[in-house]
């Protein structure tokens, strides 16, 4: 008992800062929405960002699905000293692995930039490459963070690692508002620069007192080689929402000026969901699921994965239903100010609607993906995801035809429930049963309250009058998502829904 007071306990305090972090990101993107608009530089540096995170997300997927569980394994079946000795070794390869490739990745930018973004003219490939060259400066300094940060969710010190959060928004939000008046979206792009230099200076000093660092590089360590055998389906598997992302961007280079901007907002309130919502129980149950699995209690990891689907669920459904009714009263709250003119409100806001209705599966997928990495699997997460860049690969090029960016945004979150219901398929064939018998009621309940919920917030954004403003947009808002909330949290207690009771009662008990 004691123990589980302790996981919610961090559960909730990593929530916490997730949700400050998330926060301060959110007024990072209005501040950038507010002096670029969905313009010419702004779809330059959102290309920009997206091909500089590239390797980014290729390393942290790399890192993050195999080095916790290699690590907690050499610790606990070995020792802290040896296990510190093969993560500076790691830490060591992948940095000299970053200085190759931002190297390799500087001197190839252009033709790069010209390939991915066919539908470019010369300016804005021109800004989008001085854009790449500038962040990539800093790769070795984020890989590393990445590593570290890596080290501390394995140490189960969350709350560091979810630190890394705040340099971005801080030195974005200072370089828009300071510097871009005079160097531009450039300025941004130097601002991303800083952050990564930052990250890996906030998180050095959690590393005392338990952490020692060797100077060595040891290209023969077998540990690191099963790491990269690992890591190589892992990369994919888990930078799979990313990668659809950025195949999303391609195609719409060819599309309206301005739509690579518009579905790039729209995805970041998205990240915004997953990140309050889901990072939080990945980030402590795969930690725990790592536990389980090194001691094979497979019960009890089943026991996990059914808890998580059912409260993913009982929190993910509502948002949902509230997003898609007051799409543009959200993005008029978010984003409506300088630049950002009505012609981009009801752009943006269709391309949320298209991708809000694939969150619980995007949340899901990625935590089914968590599951199988625990059990040092990355081959089945690496097969499934191919199958699902394939598909939205596909349903792009059909969807774009007849619905533009909003078919591509849609496109994504089809593609994202066909990974996760294989995935559970994959999972069930493994455990040879996932016991969801026992919570399928639940979730029909979950989503008739759900359909409650959207209705109520339907009846709601019907009656009252539209606003414009930031202060009445929010009233607005309000007054349509509080009652929703309300009604769902009604109809849940009407349909008796367990799950409401029970994350309630942790809530009063543990809090």
């Not at 306990?9 to 929405?33: E, H, P, W």
């Not at 490739?101 to 066919?118: E, G, K, Q, W």
């Not at 790449?132 to 709350?159: D, Q, W």
């Not at 993910?316 to 009505?342: E, H, N, Q, T």
Request: charged share 15%.
């Amino acid at each position: 008992m004691a123990r589980s007071q302790r996981v919610f306990k961090t559960t909730m305090l990593v929530t916490a800062v997730i949700i400050l972090s998330k926060v301060f990101g959110f007024v990072r993107d209005m501040i950038l929405a507010g002096c670029f608009g969905t313009g010419m530089a702004n779809d330059a540096y959102v290309s920009a960002y997206s091909l500089f995170y590239l390797p980014v997300l290729l390393f942290n997927s790399c890192i993050s699905a195999t080095l916790i569980p290699l690590y907690v394994a050499e610790r606990e079946k070995h020792s802290l000293r040896r296990a510190n000795h093969f993560a500076s070794n790691t830490l060591n390869l992948f940095a000299l692995a970053a200085l190759a490739i931002s190297a390799l990745f500087y001197v190839l930018a252009r033709p790069l930039v010209r390939v991915i973004y066919l539908g470019f003219e010369p300016e804005k490939t021109a800004l989008t490459v001085r854009l790449v060259r500038i962040m990539l400066l800093s790769l070795v300094f984020n890989v590393t963070s990445i590593s570290l940060a890596s080290l501390l969710n394995a140490a189960e010190r969350y709350i560091a690692a979810q630190l890394t959060g705040f340099p971005l928004s801080l030195c974005v939000i200072l370089a828009s508002l300071v510097f871009s008046g005079r160097y531009g979206i450039e300025a941004v792009g130097w601002g991303v620069f800083a952050a990564n230099i930052l990250q890996f200076l906030i998180l050095v000093p959690f590393l005392a007192g338990w952490f020692r660092y060797t100077p060595v590089i040891d290209f023969g360590d077998k540990r690191f080689h099963k790491l990269v055998l690992l890591a190589g389906p892992a990369m994919l598997s888990m930078g799979i929402s990313e990668l659809n992302h950025m195949i999303d961007h391609t195609l719409a280079s060819g599309l309206n000026p301005g739509d690579i901007s518009a579905m790039s907002y729209a995805y970041r309130l998205i990240t915004f969901l997953l990140g309050v919502l889901m990072v939080p129980l990945t980030t402590v149950m795969f930690s725990k699921m790592s536990r389980l699995a090194a001691g094979n209690d497979k019960k009890g990891m089943l026991d996990v994965l059914r808890r998580c689907v059912l409260v993913i669920s009982l929190v993910a459904l509502p948002i949902v239903a509230v997003a898609v009714v007051m799409s543009r009263d959200v993005i008029k709250f978010a984003y409506m100010r300088g630049r950002f003119d009505m012609h981009s409100v009801e752009v943006t806001a269709g391309i949320l609607v298209c991708y809000v209705v694939g969150v619980p599966a995007f949340g899901l997928r990625d935590f089914l993906n968590r599951v199988f990495h625990s059990l040092q699997d990355t081959r089945t997460p690496f097969r499934v995801s191919c199958l699902v860049v394939g598909m939205n690969i596909a349903l792009n090029l059909i969807l774009r035809v007849f619905f533009g960016a909003n078919g591509l945004a849609l496109a994504t979150s089809i593609a994202a429930y066909t990974g996760m219901g294989v995935q559970l398929i994959l999972l069930r064939k493994r455990f040879g049963g996932l016991g969801f018998r026992v919570v399928l009621p639940e979730l029909m309940k979950l989503v008739a309250a759900s359909a409650a919920c959207g209705g109520v917030c339907a009846l709601l954004n019907g009656a009252l009058p539209p606003a414009m403003g930031t202060g009445r947009v929010f009233l607005r808002l309000a007054i349509c998502a509080g009652g929703a909330l309300v009604s769902y949290l009604i109809a849940c207690v009407v349909l008796r829904v367990k799950t409401l009771r029970t994350f309630a009662g942790e809530i009063l008990r543990r809090g």
